[in-house]
């Protein structure tokens, strides 16, 4: 009879190719051996598939193979969309997103499996990577994460996180990928705090992340959800709440503005406009 993991980690595979080899090994490294994989990956014109089916062939997939579940998506690249692909086949009772240009430390979900265990009614659990700590650590109350979460001080992304795969009302969780453009983690992380659930922040620092062009300058694609959410949300904040939040948002809007200046980069006249009058 099929035994339901604890976890699955869904796996974001597609334009991957240099690395989901890496991503692939560290999953069958764990310690923690109750948990799936969900790869899912779309169309793309690269050998991202190649490399999967060149992992596919090693002794190590063959040891594990029961683990993976792995799924060709008919659908054209995207993103953003593709977040939700491997959720709709994840059957853990907590389920993470793993990009294929990242990698998890051999000890990385026996962390998570130790801490949910131990908090009760944890519905999100976050770490840091190999780079950067989270700010805020330990256990965190449902009502006090919402507020920090608000805050943009520190916001988990979903390669560091684990989260309830099922909620109230037996309501899966996934990415509203319709109404936000970048950041829809933000948004569900919140969902899940409304709904009752506490936190969990680990100083592990157990996750190794690919961070590509970060330094290059970010146009007002990245802060548009940000923005929108902090209007959704202006009656959470009191005065000086709202005051910090603005001027925290401007500030980084204006370095990722200049450093696309410096880097002759084509000028974002939206996050321009976006750094005057926003909020």
């Known amino acids: 009879m099929y035994k339901t993991p604890f976890l699955s980690v869904c796996l974001i595979a597609t334009t991957r190719e240099s690395t989901i080899f890496n991503s692939l090994r560290s999953l069958c490294e764990q310690n923690f051996r109750d948990f799936e994989v969900v790869v899912t990956i779309r169309k793309y014109d690269d050998n991202t ?48 997103i793993l990009e294929g240009d ?58 560091q996180v684990f989260f309830k795969r099922v909620g109230v009302g ?17 948004d569900l992380y919140l ?29 007002f694609k990245y802060f548009q959800d940000t923005v929108k959410l902090i209007e959704l949300n202006r009656d959470k904040y009191n005065f000086k709440e709202l005051l910090n939040v603005n001027i925290l948002i401007k500030k980084r809007m204006l370095k990722s503005f200049l450093k696309g200046i410096i880097r002759k980069r084509k000028i974002d006249w939206k996050l321009l406009r976006g750094m005057l009058n926003v909020l």
Not at 84 to 95: S, T
Not at 176 to 185: L, M, S
Not at 192 to 218: C, E, P, Q
């Open 170 to 186: 037996k309501m899966s969780y996934h990415y509203n990928v319709k109404d936000f453009v970048y950041a829809p983690e933000i």
């Open 49 to 96: 598939l190649e490399e999967i089916n060149r992992f596919k062939s090693t002794a190590l997939f063959r040891e594990n193979i029961d683990k993976f579940k792995i799924y060709k998506i008919n659908k054209k690249y995207d993103d953003i969309d593709e977040w939700n692909d491997p959720l709709k086949f994840a059957v853990g009772e907590y389920v993470g």
């Open 191 to 219: 969902r899940i705090m409304k709904d009752g659930y506490n936190a969990y922040h680990s100083d592990n620092n157990d996750v190794v992340r690919s961070f590509g062009s970060y330094t290059s300058g970010l146009g």
């Open 102 to 159: 990242d990698e998890f430390g051999s000890s990385h979900l026996q962390d998570v499996y130790n801490k949910i265990m131990d908090y009760p009614n944890i519905g999100l659990y976050a770490t840091g990577n190999s780079r950067l700590s989270c700010d805020k650590l330990g256990f965190i109350k449902s009502n006090e994460y919402y507020k920090y979460i608000l805050s943009f001080i520190d916001t988990p992304p979903p390669s």
